[in-house]
Every structure is written in C-alpha cells, then in structure tokens.
C-alpha cells in the first residue's frame, strides 16, 4: 500500500471494528431478550444469561478458528514469497 493511502485504509479499518462492535452488541442483545422470560425473574435472567454466554463462545470459537485459518494461510504465503525471492 502507497504511504499516502495508510489514512484512508486505517479509518476504513476504524469503520469496519465499530460496525463489528455495534452489530455484535445489537445480535447478543436480541439473543439475551430473546431468553429472557417476562414477567423477569432471577431464574429468567440467568437462563437467558446462559443463552447469551454460549452464543458468545460459539462466536469466540468461530473467530478464533478463522483467526488460526488467516494465520496458516498467511504463514504459507510468506514462504511462498521467500522462495521465489531466494
């Protein structure tokens, strides 16, 4: 990436993290209000507690499987460029 671009592409990555971010809280927030039994009791609250903590270990586990992935696949490019250098 040319140096003059590096201000354009970093506010796009700013853009894309607090789109993630807003997004995510909005899905986990439907998720626990989605649980939640009303009239709210405790044991409503927790269940729908319990909803929203392994939906976001599913989302953890997810990220974290194609964090790995990139990670592989971005090693394997790394070394392909080394070889056709050396």
């Known amino acids: ?5 590096a201000a354009d592409a970093s506010g796009l990555v700013v853009t894309a993290v607090q789109l993630g971010q807003v997004l995510g809280i909005a899905l ?10 009303l009239p709210v009791s405790a044991r409503g609250s927790g269940h729908a507690l319990l909803v929203t903590a392994v939906a976001i270990g599913g989302v ?3 990220a974290a499987g194609l964090a790995a ?3 592989r696949e971005g ?5 392909r460029e080394a070889g056709e250098r050396g």
Do not use: I, T
């Open 75 to 79: 090693r394997r490019e790394g070394r």
């Open 1 to 5: 990436m040319a140096p003059a671009d």
């Open 60 to 62: 953890v586990a997810l």
């Open 69 to 71: 992935r990139a990670g």
């Open 28 to 37: 986990l927030g439907s998720v626990f209000l989605g649980a939640v039994d």
